[in-house]
Each structure stands twice: as structure tokens, then as C-alpha cells.
């Protein structure tokens, strides 16, 4: 125990001395603020005003959509970036000296995905009082203790699910420049994949089909879903059930596959499933490496 705990200790205080690392985990998390704040949230604010005409909260309703997106997309980008410590090791041979030392194999693995939890945890939780602090100033209001409690348990599994998937494509790489292509198609193509840069329902029933079976779109509808709880109560509160209906369609607060709508214990469970399957297969890699 004492050695896992030195090892996650290590990784957290290399990945926290690199700025350049802790700067590109949050690259596209920048990126979709500036094209929020630049043309989207302003489009996004007129639709709705020309749809549901001048009610109280639309300012509310439009910030806190892209704030939780952003807050998916960190979940995403940030365990992705904070693996970084562990090519790092590999690319200087670093890590041949751990496997040839009396540290378990096992431990260490732990210690590279135990270090991306507390990492990402950390860097995701400072996003949401970031994007708090936006929304409050659009009109919005404080988080009750009972949903920020949701949030950071919901924020917490999309880390371990992606942090799991991110692990075992790591285990084939061996080398930064692979490492930061693939940081680099994750932070450019997260946006559209979540649904963060556009409303997934002006898309192709074909691609929304496609999307609807990525993790992403579960942890996404997830976290919004509680985010907007607030601004969604005041905008839609006299308001028909089928004009919601309509907004959480377009804007991508369900996940349909087929003609089934998935509720959120399913997308929770979904979630839990692909972290698993991941460990698991980084295990069986793992077991199988020399290296």
C-alpha cells in the first residue's frame, strides 16, 4: 500500500509540473468557450428566444447547456492527458527500471490509472466551479447540496469509464509523438462526438444513431440532464410537455437506441460496463506484455 501510494504521489506531481500537460488537457475545453462566447451561445439564445419568445431564463437554459458539455468534454480530455506520465516512462525506459525492480506489475499499473482519477477529479472539479461562476452570471442559480452531490458522482464515473478506455490504448503506445496525435484528433473531434459545438438533433438520423452508441453521449445527457435541472424547471414550467420534448430532442438531453429511449439508470449502467470491459482488457494486456 505504501508503495501504490508513493507511485500515485509521483504521477500526480509530474503531471502537475508539466503546464504544458495541465495547458492541453483543458485545449479544447478553451476552444468551445471561446466559440460559445464568440457566436454560439448568441445563436443558440435567439433560436430559442424566436421558439419559446421572451421567457425568464433563457440566458440560464443556454449557459448551462454548453457548461455541462464542456464539463463532459473534461472528463474526456484530461485522464487522456494526465496518461501522459506513463508514455513518458515508457519512451525513457523509465518504466523497465520498475518492472526490474520488486514493484508488482499490478501496482503499478494501478498507480498510473489511481493517479489519472485524483488528477482528473481535481482539474474537472475546478471546471465546475468555473463554469458555475458563468452560468450565475447569466442568471443562473447555486447548485442545491443534493445536485452537485449528483454532478460530482456522475463526472466522477465518466473519469473512470474514459480513464479505462484511455489506459488501454495507451498500452500499445510507446512514444509521445503517438501520443499527442492521439491527444489531438480526442480534442478535436470530442466537440462534435458529445454534441458539444452543435445540437446533436440538427444532425443525420444516421450519425445521431451512431453517436447515441458512444459513451460520450451517455455521460453527456447524464450530467446535463442534472446540470440544467434548475433552468430547464424555470424556462419549461408552463410550458406543454411536448415543447420540452422537442427542446431535449434537439438539444440532446435523451439517448434513443432505436426506437428506445434509454433512461438514466441504463446510461449509468452502460457507463460502469465500459469501464470494466476496459480494465479488464488492459489486464489481459498487461498479462500477456514483456514490457
Not at 83 to 90: A, V
Amino acid at each position: 500500500m505504501k508503495t501504490l501510494l508513493q507511485l500515485i504521489k509521483r504521477n500526480s506531481l509530474l503531471f502537475f509540473r508539466d503546464r504544458a500537460s495541465v495547458f492541453f488537457s483543458f485545449l479544447a475545453v478553451i476552444i468551445i468557450i471561446l466559440m460559445y462566447i464568440l457566436f454560439l451561445g448568441k445563436m443558440q439564445t435567439n433560436d430559442l428566444s424566436q421558439s419559446f419568445g421572451a421567457v425568464p431564463g433563457i440566458d440560464w437554459l443556454t449557459s448551462s447547456w454548453i457548461m455541462a458539455g464542456i464539463l463532459t468534454v473534461s472528463t474526456v480530455t484530461v485522464p487522456l492527458a494526465s496518461l501522459g506520465t506513463m508514455i513518458k516512462d515508457r519512451e525513457s525506459g523509465r518504466i523497465i527500471d520498475f518492472y526490474t525492480s520488486p514493484i508488482n506489475r499490478n501496482i503499478l499499473a494501478l498507480s498510473y490509472l489511481m493517479s489519472t482519477w485524483i488528477i482528473s477529479i481535481i482539474m474537472v472539479s475546478l471546471n465546475l466551479v468555473v463554469g458555475l461562476v458563468y452560468v450565475l452570471s447569466n442568471g443562473g442559480e447555486f447548485f442545491p447540496l443534493q445536485v452537485l452531490l449528483k454532478l460530482v458522482g456522475l463526472y466522477s464515473l465518466s473519469i473512470v469509464s474514459f480513464s479505462s478506455m484511455f489506459y488501454f490504448i495507451s498500452l500499445f503506445m510507446r512514444s509521445q509523438n503517438a501520443f499527442g496525435l492521439l491527444s489531438t484528433l480526442v480534442g478535436t473531434f470530442i466537440g462534435f462526438l458529445g454534441g458539444i459545438y452543435i445540437p446533436i438533433g440538427v444532425l443525420g438520423e444516421g450519425l445521431q444513431a451512431v453517436m447515441n452508441l458512444l459513451p460520450t453521449s451517455s455521460s453527456v445527457v447524464l450530467i446535463r440532464r442534472i446540470y440544467m435541472s434548475g433552468a430547464i424547471e424555470k424556462v419549461f414550467a408552463n410550458a406543454p410537455q411536448e415543447a420540452y420534448d422537442q427542446y431535449a430532442n434537439l438539444y440532446g438531453l435523451s439517448v434513443h437506441v432505436g426506437d428506445k429511449e434509454l433512461g438514466n439508470p441504463i446510461m449509468v449502467l452502460y457507463l460502469v460496463a465500459f469501464a470494466v470491459l476496459f480494465y479488464l482488457l488492459s489486464v489481459l494486456k498487461l498479462s500477456r506484455s514483456k514490457l
